[in-house]
């Protein structure tokens, strides 16, 4: 294992630090590394509290800041944050119009972030499973939260940002989830810094379809691909599940898994939006990167979320955070 570190149990600490650091224009971190919040808040704003395992960078934390979530609590790498780190930001960052959790379905997120709720008032949660893969995972009861986090973070927050009440941010938030599907392939493993190996064994001409954020086995292994075969079966496992929904404007995002070169992520974006404009899908807004990462792991997802005219103006609206900035 090659990593940039000075000792396992300091990584996220150190690397916290140097977030913050770069970014204290925009940023606070909160008491011992519980959170990271918007430096400004905004008074009467609902505020918007995400967080899950570190090792996905820049979900959750290079999201907080204007237009988007007003804090994230970080846990170790690929675990979930405490309660007590829920409660922590929450107390830092309701101006008093209350906090809607946006949480990932995984397990332990839920749980704790469950468990914070019931400790606090002013309180409202979503989950995000937009992962068509698998209908359950080592991690989950039900269907995974990947790269749809990001375009559910996106379009409640631009809402938030304009006055909208708790109860219809969490009615939206679920509206956007609904109609965000996503699925990704893994040509490589990722290596948790404290194991010290890779997460799962690879051979160099296979691929996992279906892999999770946090290197969870998905649908099958196969021998690897071409990227327009690769893209055919994810978008068709997209299509079919939104079913009829998947008519008109939409959002496509290719997410890269933290190891794939955008020049492959590209390449990954033109053969998705060539597929899904054969089936009926209007593509009207693009995002390219690596936003929703799982360490060092080549690979990539592929998220379709289906646009009316609210969601495209929300999405359209002004962002300032450390990993998605326009309109400001």
Not at 201 to 229: C, N, Q, W, Y
Not at 232 to 235: D, K, L
């Given at each position: 294992?090659?990593?940039?570190?000075?000792?396992?149990?300091?990584?996220?600490?150190?690397?916290l630090?140097?977030?913050?650091?770069?970014?204290?224009?925009?940023?606070?971190?909160?008491?011992?590394?519980?959170?990271?919040?918007?430096?400004?808040?905004?008074?009467?704003?609902?505020?918007l509290?995400?967080?899950?395992?570190?090792?996905?960078?820049?979900?959750?934390?290079?999201?907080?800041?204007?237009?988007?979530?007003?804090?994230?609590?970080?846990?170790?790498?690929?675990?979930?944050?405490?309660?007590?780190?829920?409660l922590?930001?929450?107390?830092?960052?309701?101006?008093?119009?209350?906090?809607?959790?946006?949480?990932?379905?995984?397990?332990?997120?839920?749980?704790?972030?469950d468990?914070?709720?019931e400790?606090?008032?002013?309180?409202?949660?979503?989950?995000?499973?937009?992962?068509?893969?698998?209908?359950?995972?080592?991690?989950?009861?039900?269907?995974?939260?990947?790269?749809?986090?990001?375009?559910?973070?996106?379009?409640?927050?631009?809402?938030?940002?304009?006055?909208?009440?708790?109860?219809?941010?969490?009615?939206?938030?679920?509206?956007?989830?609904?109609?965000?599907?996503?699925?990704?392939?893994?040509?490589?493993?990722?290596?948790?810094?404290?194991?010290?190996?890779?997460t799962?064994?690879?051979?160099?001409?296979?691929?996992?379809?279906?892999?999770?954020?946090?290197?969870?086995?998905?649908?099958?292994?196969?021998?690897?691909?071409?990227?327009?075969?690769?893209a055919?079966?994810?978008?068709t496992?997209?299509?079919?599940?939104?079913?009829?929904?998947?008519?008109?404007?939409?959002?496509?995002?290719i997410?890269?898994?933290?190891?794939?070169?955008?020049?492959?992520?590209y390449?990954?974006?033109?053969?998705?939006?060539?597929?899904?404009?054969?089936?009926?899908?209007?593509?009207?807004?693009?995002?390219?990167g690596?936003?929703?990462?799982?360490?060092?792991?080549?690979?990539?997802?592929?998220?379709?979320?289906?646009?009316d005219?609210?969601a495209?103006?929300?999405?359209d609206?002004?962002v300032?955070?450390?990993?998605?900035?326009?309109?400001?």
């Open positions: 294992m090659k990593k940039f570190m000075n000792s396992v149990d300091t990584v996220l600490t150190e690397s630090d140097g977030f913050v650091a770069a970014h204290a224009d925009i940023l606070v971190l909160g008491d011992e590394h519980k959170f990271i919040r918007r430096k400004v808040l905004k008074p009467g704003k609902v505020a509290i995400s967080g899950g395992g570190s090792g996905h960078e820049p979900l959750h934390a290079g999201f907080v800041g204007h237009g988007m979530l007003d804090a994230a609590c970080p846990g170790q790498v690929f675990t979930s944050p405490t309660p007590d780190q829920m922590a930001a929450a107390a830092a960052v309701d101006t008093g119009a209350g906090c809607l959790f946006i949480v990932k379905n995984y397990e332990g997120d839920v749980m704790n972030f468990m914070a709720a400790m606090t008032d002013g309180v409202l949660q979503m989950v995000i499973n937009d992962d068509v893969a698998v209908e359950n995972s080592s991690y989950t009861t039900g269907r995974r939260g990947v790269a749809g986090t990001l375009v559910v973070e996106k379009i409640v927050g631009a809402a938030a940002e304009q006055g909208m009440a708790l109860a219809d941010l969490k009615a939206l938030g679920d509206r956007v989830n609904g109609a965000t599907r996503s699925m990704g392939v893994a040509l490589t493993s990722c290596t948790v810094p404290a194991a010290g190996r890779p799962f064994d690879i051979g160099d001409g296979e691929m996992e379809f279906g892999v999770g954020i946090h290197g969870e086995p998905g649908r099958r292994r196969d021998t690897l691909k071409s990227a327009d075969v690769i055919e079966e994810i978008c496992a997209i299509l079919g599940d939104l079913g009829d929904r998947a008519k008109g404007p939409a959002l496509l995002f997410n890269g898994f933290g190891g794939t070169p955008l020049m492959e992520l390449l990954m974006y033109n053969s998705a939006r060539t597929i899904f404009e054969k089936h009926g899908v209007m593509v009207t807004r693009s995002l390219v690596s936003y929703v990462t799982s360490l060092d792991m080549a690979g990539c997802s592929i998220t379709l979320a289906m646009l005219d609210e495209t103006s929300l999405w609206a002004p300032h955070t450390a990993a998605l900035r326009w309109g400001v």
